[in-house]
Each structure stands twice: as C-alpha cells, then as structure tokens.
C-alpha cells in the first residue's frame, strides 16, 4: 500500500489539534492510516511501529510537523494530502486574531500586565518551567499538564504559597473561579457552595448535582491529583480551604478527592473545622455511609456530597435528605426486571468510564456488594488487569495507559466505542456500566457518540440469546454547551437505562446483581 | 502581586498557554483573554534551551 511521508519544518500545532485532524482525515475514502504528529522521539516511535517512519520523518524534530499518509492507492494519498490541507487551513481561521496572539510567555506577561491566572497545557516536561515563569512574575496559575516531575511540583507549590499564590495543578483538569470555567467543567449557577477538588470527574459529579438541585457554586478550586500526597501535604488544598473560608460568597465549603495520605488528612481536617463554616468531605471510599463528625460531614458518595451540601446551604439537616433519592423504587424493580432476562452466562459487571473518579466511585460502590473487582485503577494490587478478562472490571479509559498517542476518552470516544462492542460480544457480561460527562472542554455530542455503540452493543447481545442492560448517568447542566436533557434522551432512545447521578448507577448494577445471584 | 481573595472576587483575566480550545472557550465565556502559542524552545534541542535558559537569568 502506498505510503507518503511530508515534513513541515517548525510548524508547530498542540497535540488536541492534532488528534482531531488525524481523525477527520482517517475519514477519507481509500484512507487506511492517517497520522499527523510533532516530531517527537515518542511520536517518531509510534510511527516507526506502525510503518510510517522513513528518512525525512526520521530526521523530524520536536518543532517539526510530520504528515504521514497510508492509503489503497496515490488518488486516495492525494485526497488525503488535500483533506489534512483543508483542515489545516479550517484551523487557521479560527486562530486568536493577531493582536491577542504572542509568541512567548515574557511577552504576554509584558503586554497584559492586567492578567490574573495563566492557564498552561503544553507537555509536562515543559510546563513546570513556564508555570515558575507565572508565579515568580505574581500570576495564579492553572496547570492543566500531567507529567510534572513531583519534586518540581514540590517546589513550585512551596514558592507560590509564599507569594499567597494559587497554582490549581499540575494534572489539574477542572476549575471555575468566578464562574470562569477553566479546563474541563460545567456551566453552573452561581451561589454559596465552594468546593476544593483534587479530583476532575469528582468536582464535575458534585456540582453539577448542585446545580441540578437548584443550588450554585461560588468557585471550585482544583488542586491537582498529587496534592494530597505524602510529599506535596496538601499545600493547595489548604490554601484552596483558606481561600473559601475568607471569601464572602462561599457560605459552605466542600472537599472532594481520594483517600489522602494519613497525615495530610489530619491536616485538612484541621483547616476545614478552623474556617467556622459548614463542610463536607468526600474522601471517595473512606466512609461506607455519610455522617457528621468533628463537626465536619464526611460523605459516602460524590451525589451524597452535594445533598448535604444543598442542605447545609440551605439551613436544612443533611440527615433528612440522606436516605434513598426519590424514585429508587422504581429503578429496584427495574433491576430485578432485568435480571430475570438475563442467561445464565451473564455473571460479570462491566464498567467503561471517561472520568477517574467516577470510575473509582463506582468500583468502590460495587466492590462492597460484588466482593473482586478488576481495574486498571483498582482497589488493590491483585486486582490490577489493562482489559476486560476474567470477573466484574470496571475499567477508567482516562488512565495514562489508554491516552497514549490518543485524546483523552472525555474528547475522543473512538477507543471506548471499540471496547463496548466488545464487552458486548463477551457472553458473561451481565450488565455494562457508562459515564457520559458534558461541559466545556467535553466532546460537543457525548452522548451521540455513545448511541450507536451502545445499540449495536445490544444487538450483538441479542442475536446471541443474550439481553444486555446498559446503564447510565449524564453529569452535566442545563446551561452546559450540550443540551443535558437531549443527551439523556438520546441515550434512552438507544435503550439505555438513564440514572440521575454515577453512584445511583452502581447501585443499580448491584441491585441487579444481587437478583441474580440471589443474595439480599 | 494579586493574591487568592483577589483572584475569588471577580471574573479573571487570563493568559492561555497552549491548547487552543481552552483559549477558544475562554473567549465564548467572554472572559478577557490572550493566547501564548507555545513553541518548544530552541526548537525542541534541550542543549540549546538549557543555554538559552541561563542567558534569560
């Protein structure tokens, strides 16, 4: 098969871009392989292993743009050479117009003095230094990039807690300040909840609940995965809680992030009970059941988080809204209507998620009632698996080992699109497990891109003798870009059972399973 | 220096280095907003850069 390999000498275009572009090219007739990549000694690599690294690309470098084409014959080559083309030209046109566009950082500082935060996404190993850049010039910082060395991120977060500034990161995919939504977020009303989050997923489960209550949100600060670690002890979590707790508009504070190392927890428990306002944490995992301890509310789940929350705004007893949502009734029968159509090969969960901890809310939920679950994120070590083999997996695609060479699962469905047919073609599949995130940043039809995987999935399902029940929550806001009660009926008209929040659809698959396995 | 009650207290400005959708999505929140397109300095040469770093002080 024809193959044509073009170098573009410091052409430089940022790896979302990119993904995108491959993608919509891989699309022309005649394609079998598009990729379009910056001349990187990884990307170099990932050519090389697909066939595509000749002489020029070999030579490519970091700044250096690399077209590499595959196709059935050199009209298809052409085609694909005028559609990368088109793109190109498409994406130029919705470039900053020149007077808002600068070509270092130094001089962006310079010309827009008045500029509060700099939000950096570019490659880890370049970020830190520009993040420094930020803070030693006294400007808050939003760090988006992962593959930060952890002792620069020690450092930096050291260095801007002595300025009294915010550096949300790195590995920070979410904030909203002042109703700003930074990296990937909902559109929420503004009011008094504030939430500190080392946690995307979790923030965006949180307070899209709130919203959805009819409450809002003051800000959400994020402070990056690493933060609660042993070695960063929580730094921006506290100056995060600090923040909320002199902040006139935030009259309850809300803690969101997986089990801190011990002694860092102490630690901000200790901060939060000083700021004298109502609070909730959700350590995910570390309460089977939300109470009020120490004056502070620890939450069982990332729905609960945001129904005590609500109640503490609004001067109700968090205990009184606590038992199950309403219209849990229905979906008990509905489980045990569904596991009466299932065959008896249908034993094991599956679970397939864009968002971290979305995933780990649901594995934890599942684990307590299911005993074993796999994951490539799992609750402990022998339950570590890369795919769906063996017993219940529940499985987060947004894990560094499934976004190498690829979008992030919440931008580029095409990988977990895959996986669910084949979840589906799996006989002891019982029933299969989605999160559909909207918001800023998100892929601009989530759900749609889950439609036609999912009938096909019951289908395949179905013309092997098998019913395959598959359930889902969609976090988001009326006010997000994508039309929330549209997503969600979209996904029902596909055959999806759609829950109100990731926590009620792991109960629900447990309820299911409880059925069919025939234990209470 | 502009510190974090400062930075609660109203929409902010902001620098965006690097994807251009988070800049694209600043301006639709109609935040007031410049784009940085990031290059890999001295072109991706890490020898160069570390030079060029000390000459920057």
Redesign the interface.
Known sequence: MPVKVTVRKNTYYDSVTLMWLSREASGVPGMHQVVVVMGTDLNRELLDRVGLLDETARKAGPSDLIIALEAVDDRAIEAGEQAVEDLLKRRQELAPDAEHRYATLRSALQAFPEADLVSISIPGRYAWREAETCIKAGKHVFLFSDNVPLEQEVRLKRIAQERGLLLMGPDCGTAVISGVVLGFANVLRRGPIGVVAASGSGAQEVTSMIHNMGSGVAHVIGTGGRDLSREVGGLMMAMGISALARDSSTQVIVVISKPPHPEVSRGVLEVLRNTGKPAVVCFMGACHRSSLADGIWGADTLENSARIAVALAQNDDPASCLGHPSGWGRWVEVAAREARRLAPSQVFVRGLYSGGTLCDEAIHILSRTLGHVYSNTPLGPGLKVERIGAGHTILDLGDDAYTQGRAHPMIDPTLRQAMILDVAQDPRTSVLLLDCILGYGSHPDPGGSLVSSIMKAREIALSAGRHLPVVVSVCGTDLDPQNKDEQANRLRSAGALVLDSNAQTAAFAGNLMAEVGGTP | ???????????????????????????T?G???????????A???EHLAAIL?RLQG
């Open positions: 220096m502009k510190d974090v009650q400062d930075l609660l207290s109203r929409p902010p400005n902001v620098i965006n280095v690097g994807l251009e959708i988070f800049y694209k999505d600043l301006k929140q935040v007031r907003a410049v784009s940085v397109e990031f290059r890999p300095p072109g991706g040469d770093r």
